[in-house]
């Protein structure tokens, strides 16, 4: 079974729920708050790019997020960023943190392979080019 859209949606709804949680960071006023939170908008935006277009250099500069594991443990990291003292930070947090657990446990199902957008095009992980 081809769970290609089922993974694109929630991809989708994880990029935007990582930008939600980092306009949410702004409602603390602190200078770390925003560098945080500017940082977890781009990592959302990025995730919602890579859903639609992926960039050449992309597999050279981020090949982890070519595997369900490598972008579980990126997942998790960015929830675990946007758990803070706010419902929304909490909520937001969560929800990405729990995909990005789901994803690493995909990672050891070898009967679900991982969508096309999520396979490295330009060869094996951590492989040189020539």
Known sequence: MDYSNIFRLVNLAVGGVMILGGIAQFF???FQSAIV???VIVFGAATLLLEFQ????MSRWAPFLFSFLGRGIFYIFIGSILLRDLVLQIVAGSI??????AYVALEYVPSIEP???MRDAGGEWGAEQI
Do not use: A, D
């Not at 990405?96 to 657990?101: L, N």
């Open 54 to 57: 992926i960039p050449p250099y």
């Open 28 to 30: 603390h006023i602190s």
């Open 37 to 39: 939170g500017c940082y």
């Open 96 to 101: 990405v943190g729990v995909v990005g657990v």
């Open 115 to 117: 969508p096309q957008n």
